[in-house]
């Protein structure tokens, strides 16, 4: 009688207060939740922003935010562009992004001023955009 299943369930409910496991709320607390959540929602914009890179930008942030990050080396090697020319790389993909549409609503600013820019720069011969 003591290995019958229906014996067992009654034990345990008895052990666990009349209830069971899985009725029992989980031990999450409600500001942790919430600070998910709101994280979540932060970083989807990020996301999208993210995800409209060229893929080289994609993948050199990607390798600069690795934990730990990439040597110079290595990124070098993989996106066959010479240690120097990394760090205006970088600068210049984080330029994209924030001028991303997604992120307008962070940064406050708007997209137009920044297309106006980009044809300045290059009507002048100025500077690469990645």
């Not at 993989?78 to 001028?99: F, K, N, Y």
């Not at 609503?105 to 997209?111: D, L, P, Q, V």
Request: net charge negative; charged share 30%; hydrophobic share 35%.
């Amino acid at each position: 009688m003591r290995d019958d299943p229906a014996v067992i369930m009654l034990a345990e409910r008895a052990r666990d207060g009349g209830q069971r496991a899985w009725d029992q709320p989980p031990d999450h607390d409600d500001a942790m939740i919430e600070q998910e959540i709101l994280t979540a929602e932060l970083n989807a914009p990020l996301r999208a922003a993210f995800a409209e890179l060229p893929p080289r930008c994609r993948r050199l942030l990607s390798m600069l935010l690795s934990d730990p990050p990439f040597p110079p080396a290595t990124i070098s090697a993989a996106l066959s562009i010479p240690t120097g020319s990394i760090g205006p790389q970088r600068a210049r993909c984080l330029d994209r992004l924030r001028r991303s549409p997604h992120l307008t609503t962070f940064s406050g600013r708007e997209t137009q001023d920044d297309d106006a820019e980009d044809a300045r720069i290059s009507d002048a011969g100025g500077g690469q955009r990645a």
